[in-house]
């Protein structure tokens, strides 16, 4: 437990104010159970998601770098947290080629002169994800001090999709030994729910991709993705398969009711993000954490471990 993160800058993006609402409202309560302080960034932008990038990716780092330097020059915070894997991993992103490449500082400035605000320079915040400010701030004796209702019998799956540590030489302070988070087998999800009660299972395929980039473009091959991890939760024992990205989150949910209406494949797991999980332990309602917000149901799966 550190005091290093008590209060943060919160950078929710776009995904949290849309599809992602479930995971806003619970991370929000979280945080005023356990006694931290979510300052939200003013006047935020897209990070630039898929869609900028996939167009021009020095324009996608500029969008990162103007909420880093809004941080940096109005807030008197130096840590900046997302809970969106995709945000957390692009504003991660610019943080790395602004220190590597000139041409992206070159445009940034450019841009940020002709926006009429400072430059962001590298090493002026630092990035984190929900995981990381939880995991740190709080701990997971933290957590177990503060259970209310125990997720015991609550089998798990842990997902954290693919840009949670991916590309590796953007995440510097990851596989450092020790307790620090590691890229290959990540373990802060699994930590914090354990310490909540649950029963994490085995599961291979927690850093698989969902096909949330193809969603759009590609429906087909984005249901086979979601469908080798909802069957491969399956055998596993999973009760939830537990998120930690809004577009994972929501892809998982889509697809399993694509499969299904259209494709008549029927999976069993429900999908829950982590802050919604750890907030029922803490003795909060599911409507103050967003659950009823979900696509995929639990009600019936929570009454029945006793969290309803």
């Known amino acids: 437990m550190s005091d290093k993160y008590k209060t943060v800058a919160y950078y929710p993006g776009c995904a949290l104010e849309g599809t992602g609402h479930g995971y806003n409202r619970s991370t929000k309560a979280v945080a005023r159970k356990l006694g931290l302080n979510l300052v939200e960034v003013p006047n935020w932008n897209c990070c630039g998601a898929m869609e900028v990038k996939n167009i021009d990716p020095e324009i996608q780092n500029y969008l990162s770098a103007r909420n880093l330097s809004i941080v ?73 001090e503060r259970v209310k209702n125990s997720l015991k019998g609550l089998k ?15 995440f510097p302070e990851k596989d450092q030994g020790g ?27 927690k850093t698989a991709c969902c096909g ?39 892809g998982l949910e889509m697809h399993q009711v694509r499969a299904e209406t259209e494709f008549g494949i029927k999976t069993s797991p429900k999908m829950l993000y982590f802050t919604q999980l750890l907030g029922l332990a803490l003795g909060l309602s599911r409507r103050k954490l967003g659950i009823h917000e979900n696509v995929s149901d639990a009600k019936e799966l929570l009454k029945q471990k006793g969290l309803a």
């Open 72 to 144: 940096a020059e109005k807030m008197s915070i130096d840590t900046v947290m997302a809970p969106c894997n995709g945000c957390y991993h692009n504003l991660k992103k610019v943080e790395h080629d602004i220190a590597e490449k000139p041409k992206t500082q070159e445009v940034v400035d450019r841009l940020s002169q002709k926006a009429g605000h400072a430059s962001y320079q590298a090493g002026e915040v630092e990035t984190i994800h929900a995981l990381d400010w939880l995991k740190e701030a709080i701990g997971e004796d933290g957590i177990r």
């Open 156 to 170: 798990i799956a842990n997902y954290y999709g693919c840009m949670y540590t991916r590309p590796r030489n953007i």
């Open 179 to 205: 307790d620090s988070e590691s890229t290959y087998q990540p373990h802060y999800m699994d930590d914090l729910l354990r310490a909540a009660g649950a029963e994490i299972v085995d599961y291979p395929l």
């Open 212 to 250: 949330g980039a193809h969603t759009l473009a590609d429906s087909d091959t984005s249901t086979k993705l979601v469908l080798n991890l909802l069957q491969t939760a399956e055998p596993c024992g999973a009760d939830v398969i537990a998120t930690e990205c809004p577009t994972c989150h929501s």
